[in-house]
């Protein structure tokens, strides 16, 4: 595919890595016959990682087919996570590599995970935006101090550490936002 083809979300292939494009840039030259180029802000998958391409408008692109199934977490075996499609029940085993850190934010009985896979293999997970998580460690209440804002930190049961209200306390359940990991409520 050419690269004035390519669009936000398009999964494409570069140097033998898989990127996922999340802004594309196009930039024309004021003189003429000056060739139109495309500046892409690609995300590696899996991991993530940041890659800024620059390509000429009729430069070639291999496009990928990443497939998103809706996905339950299953089990833990071992460091991997096991999730099963929610269609088919085939099982997916995903690597702590592919998880990253989305680990925190995997427990059982949450729908909204998607599995992403490019031909059957599965290359990233997608987590819900946000998942409800017990606090089984912080700090007590204080006494009088619901009318400040101010916030202390509390480890979940999935062992990821946020900072809470000073209102919340022990064995309470809380909603966690999964893009900035920040406290968003009671359960």
Do not use: C
Request: aromatic share 10%.
């Amino acid at each position: 595919m050419k690269a004035s083809d390519v669009k936000k979300g398009n999964v494409v292939e570069h140097e033998g890595t898989v990127y996922q494009v999340r802004d594309i840039e196009r930039s024309s030259p004021t003189a003429r016959g000056g060739n139109v180029t495309f500046r892409f802000t690609l995300y590696s998958i899996p991991g993530g990682r940041k890659y800024d391409l620059s390509l000429r408008a009729d430069d070639d692109l291999k496009e990928m087919d990443l497939v998103r199934r809706a996905a339950n977490f299953s089990y833990k075996d071992g460091e991997a996570f096991v999730f099963m499609d929610a269609e088919d029940y085939s099982q997916y085993l995903l690597g702590p590599e592919l998880v990253g850190d989305n680990a925190g934010y995997i427990v059982e009985d949450v729908e909204g995970f998607y599995v992403q896979l490019i031909d059957d293999a599965p290359v990233g997970l997608q987590v819900p935006t946000s998942v409800v998580l017990t606090v089984v460690d912080t700090a007590p209440e204080l006494k009088g101090a619901s009318a400040t804002k101010r916030t202390k930190p509390a480890k979940l049961n999935t062992g990821v550490e946020i900072q809470v209200p000073e209102y919340i306390t022990n064995d309470e359940k809380v909603w966690v936002n999964t893009l900035t990991g920040e406290f968003a409520g009671r359960a």
